[in-house]
């Protein structure tokens, strides 16, 4: 705290000069030590955009995204640290591909991406609890789209299928047609990558369902 409140007296003296860049980076690790991980990271960016060509200009980089790192919060939360994050580290493996901290941005680019996917689905599983099938399709389609590799896919089928099923279920007669084949049109999709699922049982009496209302009205299913 001592060593920032100096460098914050010193750092118009010294503007202009060799040791600008010096002072400008210890100001910034003096309130990164302080935990102070908002305003440090403010300093690194603009010292990585000051001061390219720096000595400290690798160690700033990689600070800055470090910083932006430790303000990630848990997954329920706004993620615009995260992805401040996952962009800074992004841009110091390209800018500096041959530095020893590669493989430490790779882990945390991981981590984070893993919170943003659990930020995804959270979200669309929240829609599904509250029994809003329309919005739920959405979201949980959306997450799967940018998520593929997702680690709850098995989980988001599946409410895809039910939330499918009930949307078309709790419809007006004329819109249940077209939204039962939607349903037995997503378990053909979920039953075709997860045949041995433990939901096979429930979605499965869902598609006998669905396909037993369009036969009663003489309506053929459509495979896909």
């Not at 984070?112 to 929240?126: D, H, N, P, V, Y």
């Not at 249940?176 to 979605?203: C, L, M, N, V, W």
């Amino acid at each position: 705290m001592r060593a920032g409140n100096i460098f914050d007296q010193i750092a118009p003296v010294f503007r202009g000069t060799k040791k600008a860049d010096s002072v400008y980076y210890f100001q910034a690790m003096s309130n990164f030590k302080q935990r102070d991980y908002i305003l440090s990271g403010h300093y690194f960016q603009l010292f990585s955009q000051t001061y390219g060509n720096s000595p400290f200009a690798h160690d700033a980089a990689f600070n800055e995204a470090y910083c932006y790192y430790l303000q990630s919060p848990r997954p329920e939360l706004d993620q615009a640290s995260t992805y401040q994050a996952l962009d800074a580290f992004q841009l110091f493996i390209s800018r500096y591909s041959t530095s020893t901290h590669v493989e430490e941005c790779r882990k945390y680019i991981i981590e984070l991406r893993e919170k943003i996917m659990q930020k995804s689905f959270l979200a669309a599983k929240t829609y599904f609890d509250l029994e809003d099938y329309k919005a739920s399709l959405t979201a949980l389609n959306s997450s799967l789209v940018d998520f593929p590799e997702t680690k709850y896919r098995e989980e988001i089928m599946y409410m895809i299928v039910k939330s499918s099923y009930l949307l078309a279920f709790n419809s007006i007669e004329s819109k249940k047609p077209e939204r039962f084949q939607g349903s037995i049109d997503d378990y053909y999709s979920f039953i075709a990558e997860f045949p041995e699922s433990k939901y096979k049982k429930e979605t499965t009496r869902m598609y006998e369902n669905s396909s037993q209302y369009l036969k009663t009205r003489n309506i053929d299913v459509i495979k896909e």
